[in-house]
């Protein structure tokens, strides 16, 4: 069964970075049928899509956070990571990556960020 | 970038009623459009892709319908557990979207 987990801080100073990874196990992060995306739902919203990677390094983003948004893939480590930059609190929420096989069929179960100082 | 507007954004219904959640995209996808289940504090889990596919183990009640700019999601005979935040999602050109949700109250 395919797992997804994020991992990294929960709280994050505005003006900052924040770096978030995802673990994918039973799984290959290589297969050629998918791609891997990030997903955000800021406290009582709803769903915002970040961006998206496949296993070659191709990335798709959100226009309205592309300036601020890297996502990349360890394949080796079977990984896949986000970065955003420049927060502030607007960009509190739980974040969610998972598995693109044009719907989003399997979720990690989230990791809430804080954007404060 | 495609807009999809669900309606309504609340329900509340008793159990064993039908309930009928739309979703209007603002220009034809096709058929890319999926159902999601959103529980308090769990990630959304995939109910219903490609407009009508069911997902697998997702129960029988769940249904879906449309192509082009209007999808249905249709739960048949609710049940208490199906106390939900539902989200439509399209695949058919990025940036990917959501629909605002629908929330989902038993009585």
């Known amino acids: 069964q395919l797992q997804l987990q994020e991992s990294g801080p929960g709280l994050v100073k505005p003006s900052e970075t924040l770096s978030l990874t995802c673990t994918v196990s039973g799984g290959s992060i290589s297969s050629s049928s998918y791609y891997w995306g990030w997903i955000r739902q800021p406290p009582g919203k709803g769903l915002e899509w970040i961006g998206s990677i496949y296993y070659s390094g191709s990335t798709y983003y959100n226009p309205s956070l592309k300036s601020r948004v890297t996502i990349s893939v360890d394949t080796s480590k079977n990984q896949f990571s986000l970065k955003l930059s420049s927060v502030t609190a607007a960009d509190t929420a739980v974040y969610y990556c998972?598995?693109?096989?044009?719907?989003?069929?399997?979720w990690g179960q989230g990791t809430l960020v804080t954007v404060s100082s | 970038e495609i807009v999809l507007t669900q309606s309504p954004d609340f329900q509340s219904v008793t159990p064993k009623e039908k309930v009928t959640i739309t979703c209007r995209a603002s220009q034809s996808i096709g058929s890319s459009l999926h159902w999601y289940q959103q529980k308090p504090d769990q990630s959304p889990k995939l109910l219903i892709k490609?407009?009508?596919q069911s997902f697998s183990g997702v129960p029988s009640r769940f249904s879906g319908s449309g192509s082009g700019t209007d999808f249905t999601l249709t739960i048949n005979s609710l049940e208490a557990e199906d106390a939900a935040t539902y989200y439509c999602h399209q695949s058919s050109s990025l940036p990917d979207t959501f629909g605002q949700g629908t929330k989902l109250e038993i009585k």
């Open positions: 490609y407009a009508s």
């Open positions: 998972a598995r693109r096989a044009g719907p989003y069929d399997y």
